[in-house]
């Protein structure tokens, strides 16, 4: 059995309980929040402070972090890293190296493993696009997500100042789509390949035009995208905006010869995104008890991991079931 201990409980934490209970070769220790516990309506599993995560240091063998990537993971991932082997989901892809270097850091210095950014994208599309370019390495990929709801994006909205709540769709442009599928040869930009919408709802007395401007200009989320901002009331919000859908592709369109186009496509159409996503670090929390168990120390992404170490299936059944 594998020992989890979830840190963090927003929908993603919820997620992961409710995939642990899929995976009958996982068991979870308990919820660590910094919240006080009383206020943590889990679904069955006992809510403790993170001051208390220290007592469980012998009974856990993987904690999975699930807070958000613009503040808690970059901090929570290398600090906890130190004593316990970790799973996250950082996902601000330009931010990713330098992510992996201070969370490898601490887990070489301290014998522990960590797998970072693990998820859908980061995650499987990173996989997907891996596959694609090696094997048509004459080609173009390119990845669209939505539409729907982006976690880590929603989150930044609600990090700034002013911001009571907010959801951001992600909304891809399904013509450019279409027309590299055919094989037509686009120059596309960032911009030109998604919309990103924001339904924010302000604080009192909040500075709506100061809000707008912080969030088109916030780098590595919405300035190198057309997006639009509606400020509505929580209500609306709440009626309207708190589904949880994504999904996305990622396409390759590449050559074998001068006349051969080849096209990969890989897609994913998710009810809830943060239930998958939490599906996925499960997953992954299988993989990181291995290297582990093996003494393999240090961080890893996706693209480190073989994928037999994800399965809780033993070799030969993968062998003869799956190839």
Known sequence: MVKVAIIGYGNLGRGVERSLKQNNDMELVGVFTRRPPKNVATEGATAYTMA???????????????GGSATDLPVQT?????????????????KIPEHFAAVDKEAKENHTVSIISTGWDPGLFSLNRLYAQSILPVGETNTFW???????HSDALRRINGVADATQYTIPNTE???????????TVTTRDKHLRECFVVLEEAADADKIREEIVTM??????YDTEVHFISQEELNAEHKSMPHGGTVLHTGTTHEASNQVIEYNLYLDSNPEFTASVLVAYTRA????AAEKSYGAYTVLDIAPKYLSSRSDADLRKELL
């Open 219 to 224: 780098p590595n989320y919405f300035a190198d």
């Open 78 to 94: 290398p600090e906890l890293t130190r004593q316990f082997n970790t799973v996250d989901s950082f996902d601000t892809h330009a």
């Open 146 to 152: 939505g539409k729907g709801v982006s976690q880590g």
């Open 288 to 291: 990181c008890a291995r290297l």
């Open 52 to 66: 208390e995560l220290d007592h469980f240091k012998e009974q856990i063998d993987v904690c999975i972090l699930c």
């Open 176 to 186: 450019i789509i279409e027309k590299l599928k055919t094989g037509e040869k686009l």
